[in-house]
Every structure is written in structure tokens, then in C-alpha cells.
Antibody, heavy 118, light 107 residues
Framework: QVQLVESGGGVVQPGRSLRLSCASS????????MHWARQAPGKGLEWVAM????????YYADSVKDRFTISRDDSESTLYLQMNSLRPEDTAVYYC???????????WGKGTTVTVSS | DIQMTQSPSSLSASVGDRVTITCRAS??????LAWYQQQPGKVPNLLIY???TLQSGVPSRFSGSGSGTDFTLTISSLQPEDVATYYC?????????FGPGTKVDIK
């Protein structure tokens, strides 16, 4: 079955960097677009970024543009999110998700927690 | 960017009640609208995509409708396990904005 497992979260100081990973299995990774979304403590969902199935298109939320970079390694079936210049407001649970027949988020991982604090 | 609004922000209903949640987009998005359910402490789960297509495995008491800017999610007979926050999301054009959510609980 489809599995998505995020990792790489932790506690980091403001201004520092972190790279999240999302290991996938159970489907043909290079055939699907992939997303990152996040949820700050006690808040709603926020879409963060998407990469197309072939890596040619990348889209970002305004709140992370120019600081975060989404990428994929199809040989490893892994999605990444490079997060630079982190801010306290980036504190959240970060989820990766797979699209199905459109750019909606059909399957979600369990998430990894990022805390930005001095 | 497209803005998404939802109403109400919360509601309380009895088991067996029909519940309707509204989602509005700031500009037309055709039927590129998804609904998600997030039960307390759990990961979001896709309920409906393309505004009205039920995701595999989702109970038939959930249904969606709408096109353009106005959409609804209906639970035909509320069950205790439906206590959750429900989010709409447009996927017509990036950024793929979520609505603010509607919290549903049992009266």
C-alpha cells in the first residue's frame, strides 16, 4: 500500500536551516506530483509547496518563497524540503502528500515536527 | 492568489442530523475543489475531490457539490466519528490554498 514517511524535523534556532525528507513506497513515485503542507500548533492547514511528477514545475506559498526549496529524487523515491532562514512562524507539523488525478492531496504522511526557537 | 472562505467556522449538531458546510473561492475554480477531514489528533484525510467525487473508502453519507466559486460539503446523517475539522482546498492554480476550516462536534 502507499506509504509516506517524513523525517528530519527537530528544534532549530531562528535563521538556521533544516532539510525534511519524505520516503515513499507502494507506488510509482516518478508518476505523481508531490506536496508539502504544514500545520502550526492549534491552527489550520497551510499548503507549502508542490513539485510536478517530472520535477519541471515547482510552486510555493508566498510565506516560504525564496526560503524553501522543494525537490525530488526519483531514484530514491524521496521528496525533500530544504528550509533556510527559518523563522519562529515556521514552527509546525510538516506533512508530505501525494496527488492522484489532480493536484489535490490524496495520501498524507504522518508528519514531522519542526520547532524554530532560540 | 485565490482566497478560500468557509462557513460556519464551527457547528454543533445531533447524531443523525444533516450537516452542511460551505466553501467559497474568491474567483472561479471550475470544479478543482477538494474536501479533507481531520479528526482530533490525526492526519488529514481526503474525502472528496473534483468538488463531488467521493474518495475510495469514504462513507456515502458524505457528499459534495458546487462549481465555480461556491461549494458545499454535506453529511447526510452525522455520526459520532464525524467529529472533526473539515477543510476545503482549491487546486485550480498555485498556491493551492486551504480554507480556514469548519469544526464539527456533537450536541
Amino acid at each position: 500500500q502507499v506509504q509516506l514517511v517524513e523525517s528530519g524535523g527537530g528544534v532549530v534556532q531562528p535563521g538556521r536551516s533544516l532539510r525534511l525528507s519524505c520516503a515513499s513506497s507502494g507506488f510509482r513515485f516518478n508518476s505523481f506530483a508531490m506536496h508539502w503542507a504544514r500545520q502550526a500548533p492549534g491552527k489550520g492547514l497551510e499548503w507549502v509547496a508542490m513539485v510536478s511528477y517530472d520535477g519541471s514545475k515547482k510552486y510555493y506559498a508566498d510565506s516560504v518563497k525564496d526560503r524553501f526549496t522543494i525537490s525530488r529524487d526519483d531514484s530514491e523515491s524521496t521528496l525533500y524540503l530544504q528550509m533556510n532562514s527559518l523563522r519562529p512562524e515556521d514552527t509546525a507539523v510538516y506533512y508530505c502528500a501525494k496527488e492522484l488525478r489532480g493536484y489535490y492531496m490524496a495520501v498524507w504522511g504522518k508528519g514531522t515536527t519542526v520547532t524554530v526557537s532560540s | 492568489d485565490i482566497q478560500m472562505t468557509q462557513s460556519p467556522s464551527s457547528l454543533s449538531a445531533s447524531v443523525g442530523d444533516r450537516v452542511t458546510i460551505t466553501c467559497r473561492a474568491s474567483q472561479g475554480i471550475s470544479n478543482y475543489l477538494a474536501w479533507y477531514q481531520q479528526q482530533p489528533g490525526k492526519v488529514p484525510n481526503l474525502l472528496i475531490y473534483a468538488a463531488s467525487t467521493l474518495q475510495s473508502g469514504v462513507p456515502s453519507r458524505f457528499s459534495g457539490s458546487g462549481s465555480g466559486t461556491d461549494f458545499t460539503l454535506t453529511i447526510s446523517s452525522l455520526q459520532p466519528e464525524d467529529v472533526a475539522t473539515y477543510y476545503c482546498q482549491e487546486y485550480n492554480s498555485a498556491p493551492f490554498t486551504f480554507g480556514p476550516g469548519t469544526k464539527v462536534d456533537i450536541k
